[in-house]
Each structure stands twice: as C-alpha cells, then as structure tokens.
C-alpha cells in the first residue's frame, strides 16, 4: 500500500536558494511561484507576453489575474525562457493542458537534463486522453522518476492571499516527491507527498467536472440536497474511474480527490463551477467560453474522460450529463444524474457506496469505503 506521508519538517530548510522556474504566469503559476518564493527558493517566473513579465519584475503585482496582491520581492519574472530555465533544478508547469504539448516543445532546448519537471495542470489532452505527466515524459524523453505532478483543494486566489492550505505531491520516485515537497511549501502551503501519480492527477480532472454539474444545478437554482447528492455520487464515478485506471481509492478520498472537490464545488472562485453555472442560467456553451477569461479544463476534459471511461467500462452519469448539457442536448433543469437509476440492473447503482457486483473496480472502491466508514481512518496523508 502506498501511503502519503508529511514532507519532513527539516525539509524546509532544503529550499533555501534552490533555483526553480515557474512557466506559465497566469493565476496559479503566479500564485505557485508566490508559494515557492515564500517558502525561500530563488524562483523565476516566465510569462509569455513581455508586458506581464515586466509588471510582475518591477512592480511585483499580476494585475489581471491576481488583483490586490503584492508578490514576495524576491520574485523575478521573465518572458525569456532560456533565462527562465537556466539553472533550474525544478520546472513547474501551468499552462492550459490544451497547451502543454506545444510549450513542451520551446522548453526543451533549455531543460537541464537532471531537472525534475513538475505539472501544476488539472487536464487531460483532448486528443489524446493523456494525463499531463504522461504527454510530458513523452514529449522530453525524461526518466518518469524526474517528473512530479501537484494536486489539491487550491484555488489560486485564496493561496495567493496566504490564506493555509495543503496539497499533494506525487511522483513514481517517492525521492522526487519529497524533494518537491520540501520545495514547494511554506508557512501557508503544506506539501503532503504520495506515490500514487495516476490517481492525483486523475483526482484534479475529474473533481472539475463534478464541479461543472455543481455549477448547473446552482444555475438552475437547485439547493443543497441536490448538490449535496451530486458531489457525493460524484465522488463514487471519480472513484470508480480513477481505480479502473490504477489509482489507489484512498488518493481520491484525500486532499487531491474529495478535498479538491468541496473546494472547486462550493467556491465561486472556481472557473469550472462558473462556467457550470452560466450554462444552468441557460448560456449556450460558445458564450460561456467568451465570457471565461481564464482556463476552465472542465469543458474540453469532458470529451476525452468520457471515452476513457467508456473504454474500461465505468459508468459516469453525472459526466454524461453533463455533456450533455454542454452538447444543448439536456435541458440544465433536467440534470439529476444521481437519480437516474431506471436502465441499470437492481441493486447495483442503487447500493449507495456499495461495490458493483462482480467489478474489480467496484471490489477496491468497496475496500475504501468500509475504510473509511468502519476503519475510523481518513486518507493517510490528511493526517498530521
Ligand atoms: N487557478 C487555479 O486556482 C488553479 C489552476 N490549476 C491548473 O493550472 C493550470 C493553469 O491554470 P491557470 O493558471 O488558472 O490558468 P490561467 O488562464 O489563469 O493562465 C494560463 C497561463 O498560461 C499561459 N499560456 C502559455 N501558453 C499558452 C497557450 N499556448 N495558450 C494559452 N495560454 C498559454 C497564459 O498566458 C496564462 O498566463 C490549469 O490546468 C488549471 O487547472 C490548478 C490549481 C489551481
Ligand atoms: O483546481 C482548482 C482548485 O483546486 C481551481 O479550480 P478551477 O480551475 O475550477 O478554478
């Protein structure tokens, strides 16, 4: 069993002066080099429009998407990405996910061969249905034990006005993970560290989309019981698809599965919830897309994760409804995935939180479930 575990206290120290970059300067790359400067590393953050650069060197403010916070000063910023990446151990990735690909290609020219790459991403490619630490390790042919992924109830705005939170670190190489870790963290930002890539990441994607029918229903004007059903059942398909894949159920019940979740669901914050409920107030979807300034992954994961699930035979109604919804094929107010039981055979959707019948899938979520139900036990890494 792979557990997550507190990077260690003495941890700290190691980041005093580690050089890092940070690509991508928008809300949470911004947000993340703030973190990582405030926890001592020497941090450059590369933006790709020269003016942005400029604002956050000189006047260490990202007026458009962090309005009313003043960054660390020992913050630097470029829209050089070879002066970004020069002597980088570690490179932070956050970028759109459906932009990955692409900057992978204009970084690598400049990636130190040992640097640990690190995605701050919550998508999968469009495409391709691959998770951002897989188009990584194919696009830089780097050993998977230097790539990391980061993952947790963060939204950017909060973080950015110091206010505490914890995240998960993962990677295949617990090494990597904790060197991260002991990077990545501050006295508003603790890094817990795990081995469990696929159910992070996976735990990120999917939590977007549960929030996008959050955001639906609240449009719609449904109250709490019915957002209430939706996250828990939602928690159930992100669950079931994540273990279908490989992850272990305890990363989704912990800060990157069920944490995440309650903080992009309930925050209006979150890009994913608004665009939900825009849709649920009756916008077609090309006028939510204008009207969002900043990425919502949500709307193009839809798509891919649907195939993916589709492809290991896991039910996602909720998932479905929603593409639905964004497709105008489902009217908003008709959005009641979790209580559409009609067409599945008795006793297996109907069990709340009970295994299916003959899944290996449904067998490990089961395992979780009485774990966390009987065992008195959360995820290990919420644990101090
Ligand atoms: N904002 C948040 O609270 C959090 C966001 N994330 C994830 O971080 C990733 C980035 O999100 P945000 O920083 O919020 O997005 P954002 O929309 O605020 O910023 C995206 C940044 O990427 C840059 N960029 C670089 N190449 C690009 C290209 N080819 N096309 C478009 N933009 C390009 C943009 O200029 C912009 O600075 C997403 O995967 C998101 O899910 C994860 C945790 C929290
Ligand atoms: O990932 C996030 C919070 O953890 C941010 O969510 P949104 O992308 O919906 O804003």
Redesign the pocket.
């Known amino acids: 069993m792979k557990t997550r575990v507190p990077a260690k206290k003495a941890a700290g120290r190691k980041a005093a002066g580690k050089r890092v970059a940070v690509?991508?300067?928008?809300?949470?790359?911004?947000?993340f080099a703030k973190i990582l400067a405030d926890g001592g590393a020497d941090v450059v953050l590369w933006?790709?429009?020269p003016e942005?650069a400029r604002e956050i060197q000189e006047a260490k403010r990202n007026s458009d998407?962090l309005p009313g916070v003043n960054l660390p000063l020992n913050l630097r910023a470029t829209s050089r990405l070879d002066l970004a990446l020069a002597g980088a151990e570690q490179v932070y990735i956050?970028?759109?996910?459906?932009?990955l690909r692409?900057?992978l290609a204009i970084i690598a020219p400049h990636l130190h061969a040992q640097a640990s790459v690190v995605s701050?991403?919550?998508?999968v490619e469009k495409s391709t249905g691959k998770r951002?630490s897989e188009v990584i390790a194919e696009v830089l042919r780097i050993d998977p034990a230097q790539i990391a992924v980061?993952?947790?109830p963060?939204?950017?705005?909060e973080?950015a006005k110091e206010q505490p939170t914890a995240a998960v670190v993962s990677s295949t190489s617990l090494e990597t993970a904790q060197a991260v870790a002991s990077v990545a963290r501050n006295r508003y930002f603790r890094s817990f560290v795990n081995t469990d890539v696929i159910g992070t990441e996976f735990g990120?994607v999917l939590k977007?989309l549960i929030a996008v029918a959050i955001g639906i229903v609240d449009g719609v004007g449904y109250g709490e019981n019915t957002k209430a059903s939706i996250i828990t059942r939602g928690l159930v398909e992100m669950t079931d698809f994540a273990v279908a894949y490989g992850a272990h159920p305890e990363t989704l019940a912990g800060l990157a599965g069920l944490g995440d979740l309650i903080a992009t669901s309930q925050s209006p914050?979150?890009?994913n919830n608004t665009a939900g409920r825009l849709l649920g107030q009756g916008y077609h979807l090309n006028d939510v897309v204008n009207q969002m300034?900043?990425?919502t992954?949500g709307l193009a994961s839809v798509g891919p994760i649907l195939e993916l699930a589709r492809a290991m035979g896991v039910d996602m109604p909720i998932v479905e409804q929603v593409r639905q919804v964004l497709a105008g094929t489902l009217d908003p107010k008709d959005i009641a995935p979790h209580l559409t039981t009609d067409d599945e055979p008795q006793g297996e959707r109907t069990i709340d939180g009970q295994a299916q019948s003959g899944s290996a899938v449904r067998r490990a979520f089961q395992r979780a479930f009485d774990q966390l139900r009987y065992g008195g036990r959360g995820a290990p890494g919420d644990r101090p």
């Not at 963060?154 to 705005?157: E, G, K």
């Open positions: 690509l991508g300067a928008g809300s949470w790359g911004t947000t933006a790709r429009r942005l998407y956050s970028v759109p996910s459906q932009s692409e900057n701050l991403m919550k998508g951002m980061i993952s947790g963060n939204l950017a705005l973080i990120g977007n914050l979150s890009r300034q900043q990425t992954e």
